[in-house]
């Protein structure tokens, strides 16, 4: 096993992601359906099919497709998770800029650099019933188990961001359209939070077969 990938191997990563995201779209509408608009499947399908036809038959590394992915969410989806995930996803490809190998330390700065990202946008936190409830126990949870090897950490930060994700059907959403509804909110899944796991995981999965 290696301790590092090429970043001229990483398009595989997004074009994974797309896939994911493909294949999960009527399953994330029918969740953002129950407290939502029901769009999430299809705004996050809509985007992530887009950059699949940019990138698609293009020598990118992963740092190219990542911004590829990001500027499609950010100026060509409605909803409110466009803006956020095309900044996470902006925010991984800057910590990829100018790499020739990507290892443990820096996927740390990519996870942590979207995380500020997004925080960045608005005033949600853990607890919140967000993607953030996913996405920083996974950030965490990779950080805490980079000492025992890079794909121990991958596999340790899919672990958390499901657990994340499972977290918000117990919780009131606090911000956003479902904190509307107040306690009727809780009881469901969180669609965001549900979306960054998928990815999350898809990255997890991907970065480990390209570390072999």
């Given amino acids: 096993m290696m301790s590092s990938f090429k970043n001229s191997d990483g398009k595989i990563i997004v074009e994974n992601l797309i896939k994911t995201i493909q294949e999960n779209k009527d399953y994330l509408s029918k969740i953002d359906g129950e407290i939502g608009d029901g769009d999430h499947g299809i705004n996050m399908n809509k985007g992530f ?31 409110s998770m ?67 090897g890079f794909a121990a950490a991958l596999d340790q930060m899919i672990i958390a961001a499901e657990k994340g994700k499972d977290s918000t059907i117990d919780l009131v959403a606090k911000v956003g359209r479902a904190s509307r509804l107040g306690e ?7 669609a965001g939070a549900t979306s960054c796991f998928l990815m999350l995981e898809s990255f ?3 970065v480990k077969e390209l570390i072999g």
Avoid: H, W
């Fill in 49 to 79: 099919t887009i950059c699949g036809e940019r990138i698609s038959g293009k020598d990118f590394d992963l740092t190219e497709s990542l911004k590829q992915l990001a500027m499609v969410l950010m100026m060509e989806i409605g909803g």
């Fill in 204 to 206: 997890g999965k991907t």
């Fill in 82 to 148: 466009g803006p956020l995930y095309g900044t996470m996803f902006f925010e991984m490809s800057k910590a990829t800029a100018g790499k020739d190998e990507i290892d443990s330390q820096i996927v740390s700065e990519m996870l942590g650099n979207a995380a500020k990202g997004i925080q960045s946008l608005g005033e949600a936190k853990v607890g919140d019933k967000t993607l953030l409830d996913t996405f920083i126990p996974a950030l965490e949870a990779f950080n805490e188990s980079m000492g025992e």
């Fill in 184 to 190: 009727r909110s809780r009881g469901v899944l969180d």
